[in-house]
């Protein structure tokens, strides 16, 4: 492709996703709230979908499918200084700083046992709907296609949806005990998010893509063993990658952690993506490119901590030598290995821009 071709943010990612030529590396990225507030500070002006336009967004969501028990429930039942604690969507009692984002304190679960998942929960997703803004979602749908921008769905699988409901003790204590009562949340929880994704669609949209979130992993392997997660939950992880290219849309699969040793198990469910490629935890796309590059399209592994330390020859190193390895198989979108921290400065996202615009192009 010559260099001089100009792609739509549609074609370019549709190519990445492809493995085909390109004009350059397609770019998305997600930031903290106090990262925002920082920049703003800095002399940015503007929220999040100004931190995108920044950065030269492709890609653009329109609404999702997260099937939650209690939609819209947030009860608060104590404070203090520092925190808030609430009952939540999900029927947990999880505790929340005022000041400041980060994942919340969880202290109790509200299906903690067969019983109450068969009693209560149960039944709420066998019949779960979603409440869709009809309008709004064509309106931003219309827009967005207007101005040639690849759009997503998204959705939340099964993994997190046990561990939002269950706690990870429960729930990986039963994967061991009761598989057979894991299997049936995650098939009842996947029926419900594949027909509120049904929904969606039924509304004349024609995404690119379905995005679907679920951490199950840590910084050193994923929370269950692979056959493990092959026997319990991957039936469903790829019925959710099937349901999207029945529709003509690529798949991309969230999760944090370290899941070098499930790949293989993405690659037969059809995953198209993977994101964000936490680099803290042992993903490396220099690494694992040569074995599934061809693959994969990898989207993100930028290290955040090193764009952190806001020195410009460690972030060059780091951003250079990953679009490298990524551009290898001209499979590669830009993205940081999570969300852009607060500790990250405005003149040093600028400066990955700038990297992105040097090095981020196809010869």
């Known amino acids: 492709m010559s260099t001089t071709t100009t792609l739509t943010s549609q074609q370019r990612v549709n190519r990445a996703m492809n493995h085909q030529?390109?004009?350059?590396?397609?770019?998305?990225?997600?930031?903290?709230?106090?990262?925002?507030?920082?920049?703003?500070?800095?002399?940015?002006?503007?929220?999040?979908?100004?931190?995108?336009?920044?950065?030269?967004?492709?890609?653009?969501?329109?609404?999702?499918?997260?099937?939650?028990?209690?939609?819209?429930?947030?009860?608060?039942?104590?404070?203090?200084?520092?925190?808030?604690?609430?009952?939540?969507?999900w029927g947990s009692v999880v505790r929340y700083w005022k000041e400041q984002s980060g994942t919340p304190e969880h202290i109790s679960f509200?299906?903690?046992?067969?019983?109450?998942?068969?009693?209560?929960?149960?039944?709420?997703?066998?019949?779960?709907?979603?409440?869709?803004?009809?309008?709004?979602?064509?309106?931003?749908?219309?827009?967005?296609?207007?101005?040639?921008k690849w759009i997503f769905l998204t959705g939340l699988e099964s993994i997190e949806a046990l561990r939002k409901l269950l706690g990870d003790v429960v729930s990986m204590m039963s994967m061991a005990e009761d598989p057979d009562w894991i299997i049936d949340i995650s098939r009842t929880y996947t029926d419900a998010l594949i027909r509120g994704l049904d929904q969606i669609v039924s509304l004349g949209i024609d995404p690119d893509g379905l995005w679907v979130y679920g951490d199950m992993a840590y910084n050193h392997a994923t929370m269950c063993s692979p056959q493990m997660y092959k026997e319990l939950v991957w039936p469903d992880h790829k019925r959710i990658a099937d349901w999207a290219h029945t529709h003509d849309m690529k798949f991309i699969f969230h999760t944090d952690g370290d899941v070098n040793g499930v790949l293989d198990l993405y690659e037969q469910a059809g995953f198209d993506a993977l994101q964000p490629l936490e680099a803290k935890a042992n993903m490396d796309i220099r690494k694992i490119g040569p074995t599934h590059g061809k693959t994969f399209t990898w989207f993100g592994n930028i290290d955040a901590m090193?764009?952190?330390?806001?020195?410009?020859?460690?972030?060059?190193?780091?951003?250079?030598?990953?679009?490298?390895?990524?551009?290898?198989?001209?499979?590669?979108?830009?993205?940081?290995?999570?969300?852009v921290p607060p500790g990250v400065s405005l003149e040093s996202y600028r400066y990955v821009i700038a990297l992105l615009d040097e090095y981020g192009k196809y010869q």
Request: hydrophobic residues 25%.
């Open 306 to 339: 090193v764009l952190g330390t806001n020195d410009k020859k460690q972030i060059e190193a780091e951003v250079r030598s990953k679009l490298n390895a990524g551009m290898e198989n001209k499979g590669y979108i830009y993205h940081s290995d999570h969300s």
């Open 110 to 148: 509200g299906c903690e046992t067969r019983e109450i998942w068969e009693e209560t929960y149960k039944p709420i997703y066998q019949s779960y709907q979603l409440e869709l803004d009809k309008n709004t979602i064509c309106k931003q749908y219309a827009a967005y296609r207007e101005q040639g």
């Open 21 to 89: 030529d390109h004009d350059r590396v397609p770019r998305f990225d997600s930031y903290w709230p106090e990262t925002i507030k920082r920049w703003n500070d800095e002399g940015f002006s503007g929220d999040t979908q100004q931190a995108l336009q920044m950065l030269g967004s492709d890609m653009y969501s329109v609404g999702g499918s997260w099937p939650r028990a209690f939609p819209g429930r947030h009860e608060q039942i104590s404070e203090d200084e520092k925190t808030c604690t609430y009952i939540d969507d």
